[in-house]
T-cell receptor, first 117, second 114 residues
Framework: GAVVSQHPSRVICKSGTSVKIECRSLDFQATTMFWYRQFPKQSLMLMATSNEGSKATYEQGVEKDKFLINHASLTLSTLTVTSAHPEDSSFYIC?????????????FGPGTRLTVL | KNQVEQSPQSLIILEGKNCTLQCNYTVSPFSNLRWYKQDTGRGPVSLTIMTFSENTKSNGRYTATLDADTKQSSLHITASQLSDSASYICVVSKGPGGSYIPTFGRGTSLIVHP
């Protein structure tokens, strides 16, 4: 089946630093990738939709200058949390959608646990 | 109000028992409905997907139903196992005009006791 990986799986950083999270589709090409954030005992919240070769579309309330998304290839999207603060501590999950169909399934990565001290 | 409501919020059952999780949605236009299983600290894994014309879909011990008229879905787990302990998330995607963006329910936390 389709596999999506994320790196790193866990990261601890100091307040004010930037953290980059990678999302890769390992055995398929993904025109569209999604980034989600999940707080404890809460559902996933969509942060942004990333389309290869174009600017990401951010959901309302998500700061695009703080959460930088780059989708430079059909198998890689990155999320950079800039000037991280403790309130950015969360579980970040990406998903990738194979092919070009808008209605295709999403395959989720294993998530990245970010802790900002 | 969330457009995808799941119930119960949490459920505890004994190993071997059956259970049914509910999902009501108001998302429109409708494209598809998926049930995911999410283990603690992991990403969600797809269990079933149903489009408007499908009213039941099975995946092993998991059986999902969909009533597009009443906008309700259920996930039935048969002969539960300890490994079924997880959060089960109902996800409804908008159809044409809605960019197929998924809306997530808050999930049902299932605990299976031996």
């Amino acid at each position: 089946g389709a596999v999506v990986s994320q790196h790193p799986s866990r990261v601890i950083c100091k307040s004010g630093t930037s953290v980059k999270i990678e999302c890769r589709s390992l055995d398929f090409q993904a025109t569209t990738m999604f980034w989600y954030r999940q707080f404890p005992k809460q559902s996933l919240m969509l942060m942004a939709t990333s389309n290869e070769g174009s600017k990401a579309t951010y959901e309302q309330g998500v700061e695009k200058d703080k959460f930088l998304i780059n989708h430079a290839s059909l198998t890689l999207s990155t999320l950079t949390v800039t000037s991280a603060h403790p309130e950015d501590s969360s579980f970040y999950i990406c998903s990738a959608r194979p092919g070009l169909a808008d209605s295709g399934p999403q395959y989720f990565g294993p998530g990245t646990r970010l802790t900002v001290l | 109000k969330n457009q995808v409501e799941q119930s119960p919020q949490s459920l505890i059952i004994l190993e071997g028992k059956n259970c049914t999780l509910q999902c009501n949605y108001t998302v429109s236009p409708f494209s598809n409905l998926r049930w995911y299983k999410q283990d603690t600290g992991r990403g969600p894994v797809s269990l079933t997907i149903m489009t408007f014309s499908e009213n039941t879909k099975s995946n092993g011990r998991y059986t999902a139903t969909l009533d597009a008229d009443t906008k309700q879905s259920s996930l039935h787990i048969t002969a539960s196992q300890l490994s079924d302990s997880a959060s089960y998330i109902c996800v409804v995607s908008k159809g044409p005009g809605g960019s197929y963006i998924p809306t997530f329910g808050r999930g049902t936390s299932l605990i299976v006791h031996p």
